[in-house]
Antibody, heavy 119, light 107 residues
Framework: EVQLVESGGGLVQPGGSLRLSCAAS????????MDWVRQAPGKGLEWVAH??????????HYAASVEGRFTISRDDSQNSLYLLMNSLKIEDTAVYYC??????????WGQGTLVSVSS | DIQMTQSPSSLSASVGDRVTITCRAS??????LGWYQQMPGKAPERLIY???SLQSGVPSRFSGSGYGTEFTLTIDSLQPEDFATYYC?????????FGPGTKVDMK
């Protein structure tokens, strides 16, 4: 069974940092490109970051709203995806989801982890 | 950036109705499009990938079509568990972009 489990969310002050994790199982994680998506309270979905697989040199892309502050990474030996979030802003408050957004038949997302940025 | 629009933004329907939601891209995206369903308080779940392929485990009353710039999600014979918000997503080019959503509620 394909499963993605996000963790690491919490309450942080503006300017602070958090590291989100996404544990994958039930599929060959190393083959897949992976993404982070977020949803602010009462709002729609926003793509945040993308990382390719080894075959494309783990290429990374970011939304303009997080470029320079967030870093996506992966550890294929641990079947894990990460999102390091620095210089957090109030507008980063959201539920963060991990998943493969692309052409793969595996399109599962995790249940999400809540990040609250507040003083 | 590719802009995604959805219509309608909301609709009211009854159990058994046929529902069609349209998603338009500001430029061609081949078939690099997915449809997602989100129930209140839950994570989104993908229904359709590459515009017309049914995600494993998704009921066959859901179908997708389209290529290029115009896409549709159709729900044949709406069921009570289908009242939700639906989003399209283009993954053709960075930044990936979602449509604003279509809320389907009970008439």
């Amino acid at each position: 069974e394909v499963q993605l489990v996000e963790s690491g969310g919490g309450l942080v002050q503006p300017g602070g940092s958090l590291r989100l994790s996404c544990a994958a199982s039930g599929f060959t994680f190393s083959d897949h490109y992976m993404d982070w998506v977020r949803q602010a309270p009462g709002k729609g979905l926003e793509w945040v970051a993308h990382i390719g697989n080894k075959g494309v040199g783990y290429i990374r892309h970011y939304a303009a709203s997080v470029e320079g502050r967030f870093t996506i990474s992966r550890d294929d030996s641990q079947n894990s995806l990460y999102l390091l979030m620095n210089s957090l802003k109030i507008e980063d408050t959201a539920v963060y989801y991990c998943g493969d957004l692309g052409r793969s038949p595996i399109g599962n997302w995790g249940q999400g982890t809540l990040v609250s940025v507040s003083s | 950036d590719i802009q995604m629009t959805q219509s309608p933004s909301s609709l009211s329907a009854s159990v058994g109705d046929r529902v069609t939601i349209t998603c338009r891209a500001s430029q061609g995206i081949r078939d690099d499009l997915g449809w997602y369903q989100q129930m209140p308080g839950k994570a989104p779940e993908r229904l359709i990938y590459v515009a017309s392929s049914l995600q494993s485990g998704v009921p066959s009353r859901f179908s997708g079509s389209g290529y290029g710039t115009e896409f549709t999600l159709t729900i044949d014979s709406l069921q009570p568990e289908d009242f939700a918000t639906y989003y399209c997503l283009q993954h053709n080019s960075i930044p990936f972009t979602f449509g604003p959503g279509t809320k389907v509620d009970m008439k």
